[in-house]
């Protein structure tokens, strides 16, 4: 299994790894493994992932 954090490519074991999951197709899929959320954190930013995501950007 790889172990290599998607976003320094350390094994995320040698830390508090954070692993993220995406619905596909009706089935749950790791889509990214992270040393910790510091390293989670630089991927969402570096990837623009959460820009206008929020789920609640539409309530008023
Ligand atoms: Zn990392």
């Keep these: 299994m790889n172990k290599a954090c998607t976003y320094c490519g350390s094994d ?3 830390h508090e ?28 930013e570096n990837n623009e992932l959460e820009t206008g995501a929020c789920c609640q950007l539409d309530r008023s």
């Design 17 to 44: 790894p954070v692993f993220v999951d995406e619905e596909q197709r009706g089935e749950r899929t790791t889509i990214g493994q992270f040393c910790n959320y510091a390293c989670l954190a630089q991927h969402i």
């Design 12 to 14: 995320v074991h040698a």
